[in-house]
């Protein structure tokens, strides 16, 4: 969803609900499922406020399982216009590094919405906390079938990483 920063009106835009918003991620298996978001301008900064739900396919870490993850990130953005020409170089402050621009006077949400998500992803999925992972030896999931295999011994040559790893200290 493109907003032209000219068309916000003085008292703000609120945007609730994902009808908005047809096709929100670049991935069809992402879902928006809700969505409240305000949009208001003070001169030429744009401020993006509010939250969002949505579901997003994952594998997990451990057993490699698909299952979705649900995420409600909360939108706090702040806007300004793309420098109209590449200037000389300057330090950036700490308010900068929290400031995103639009170009030619549009605003694209949906791209907000995508990078807020993917943000909000855990960094190692989990299925469920108490996960058992696959077998190291058969490669099965432990959380389906209880698997009877004997562990491998240990590879001889790790003897002296292994004995110096252990070692008290």
Known sequence: MLIRVADIPAEGLRIDGVAEFPRPFQDAAWTLDDLSLTVEKDGDVVFVRGGFTARVPQSCGRCLESYD??????VDARFVP??????EERELGADDLETDVYRNGELDLTALLETEATLALPMRPLCREDCRGLCPVCGGN??????????????PRWAALRDWAERPR
Request: with cysteine.
């Open 142 to 155: 432990r959380n389906v079938t209880r698997c009877a295999c004997e562990p491998h011994a240990p590879d």
């Open 69 to 74: 993850v649900t995420v409600h990130p909360t």
């Open 82 to 87: 793309a420098p109209a020409t590449r200037g």
